[in-house]
């Protein structure tokens, strides 16, 4: 098992820059990837960012990349989520997700399936 808790989220203005942090318990953090999706209301939710069990391979959607970074700290046992230049269509509850089958993949992991725990999601709102 894998508890999975989500900060960071709040209001912010397009162009503005937030942190979130996920901070994972339960099976060792190393040992496996981790993931961000996004819902928006009335949406499906979509891959943002994956990253490997040791930072060494990250993958992004085409939406953020340049804009968003993630990168994971073992030590702490969390993940972050560094997103700049925020848009109005950012707005969405954002969740990590924890991938315990393929810590590390040469190809892409984007879908929920790809997932096996998932957290609360914490609420990112950007104004235009």
């Known amino acids: 098992q894998v508890q999975l808790v989500e900060s960071g989220g709040g209001l912010v203005q397009a162009g503005g820059s937030l942190r979130l942090s996920c901070a994972a318990s339960g099976r060792t953090f190393s040992s496996y990837a981790m993931g961000w999706f996004r819902q928006a209301p009335g949406k499906e939710r979509e891959f943002v960012a994956r990253?490997?069990?040791?930072?060494?391979?990250?993958d992004y959607a085409d939406s953020v990349k340049g804009r968003f970074t993630t990168s994971r700290d073992n030590a702490k046992n969390t993940v972050y989520l560094q997103m700049n230049s925020l848009k109005p269509e950012d707005t969405a509850v954002y969740y990590c997700?924890?991938?315990?089958?393929?810590?590390?993949?040469?190809?892409?992991?984007?879908?929920?399936?790809?997932?096996?725990?998932w957290g609360q999601g914490t609420q990112v709102t950007v104004s235009s």
């Open positions: 990253i490997s069990w040791n930072g060494g391979r990250t």
């Open positions: 997700a924890a991938d315990l089958r393929t810590p590390w993949s040469p190809v892409q992991k984007r879908s929920v399936s790809d997932y096996d725990y």
